[in-house]
């Protein structure tokens, strides 16, 4: 599509459930990123991927988040045992090919852990 | 590592006030790329501007417009003759090849225009 599309919009899990998000990249991009905004500002990076592959997990909390991109599927986020500290917004971005581009964002998914 | 600065956390203008928010960054590499992006209080992440370290060429598009300064690592986007619907919160960002693409963001400066 011509778009990254994210889902679900919203997800409510109560603590020490699990979440899994969805990312589905624009056609042909080959980059996804997904980072996690908290409060409606400050933006953490988590993992990127260059196709299937893992291209940087530097930010990512080893201990319960993970996430895949497989091919002919929708990138996933999962947070396993979900703290009240994930709650947050959470975007997948994808580029074509190259770090000038623009890496456009998807509507997020605004996770609430009770 | 590479750091992003937005030291206004909030503006307030009345309405056709012209604005202008102040990015200041931090990196070691010498190729890299600056971008403004805009939060409407819908949510969504609109991608305004990208320049790279390269190119210190001003730009405007329409009412906006960008300076970037390698001499003191800035890069500024000022909004002339304000509307309410320029209301947003404003995210300037930073990336390179060396940062592995990945985009490291200011903390963001929420505008307000007042009818």
């Known amino acids: 599509g011509e778009e990254v599309a994210q889902t679900p919009k919203h997800l409510v899990r109560g603590e020490g459930q699990k979440a899994k998000l969805y990312c589905a990249p624009i056609k042909g991009h080959s980059y996804v990123f997904w980072y996690q905004q908290v409060l409606k500002n400050e933006f953490k990076f988590l993992i990127s991927?260059?196709?299937?592959?893992?291209?940087?997990e530097t930010g990512m909390p080893k201990e319960r988040f993970s996430a895949k991109c497989l091919p002919n599927s929708p990138c996933s986020l999962e947070i396993q045992a979900t703290k009240l500290e994930d709650s947050a917004v959470y975007f997948c971005?994808?580029?074509?090919?190259?770090?000038?581009?623009?890496?456009?964002f998807g509507d997020g998914t605004r996770l609430s852990i009770l | 590592a590479q750091k992003v600065t937005q030291a206004q956390t909030e503006i307030s203008v009345v309405e056709k006030e012209d604005v202008t928010l102040d990015c200041v960054y931090e990196t070691r590499d010498t190729t890299y790329y600056l971008f403004w992006y805009k939060q409407p209080p819908s949510g969504e992440l609109v991608f305004l501007i990208r320049r790279n370290s390269f190119d210190e060429q001003n730009e405007i598009s329409g009412r906006y417009s960008w300076n970037f300064q390698k001499s003191t690592s800035s890069f500024n986007f000022t909004i002339t003759a304000s509307q309410v619907v320029d209301s947003a919160v404003y995210f300037c960002?930073?990336?390179?090849?060396?940062?592995?693409?990945?985009?490291?963001f200011g903390q963001g400066t929420r505008l307000t225009i007042n009818p």
């Open positions: 960002a930073l990336s390179s090849v060396q940062g592995a693409q990945k985009l490291v």
């Open positions: 991927f260059q196709n299937e592959n893992v291209f940087d």
């Open positions: 971005a994808s580029i074509r090919d190259r770090v000038d581009q623009p890496q456009h």
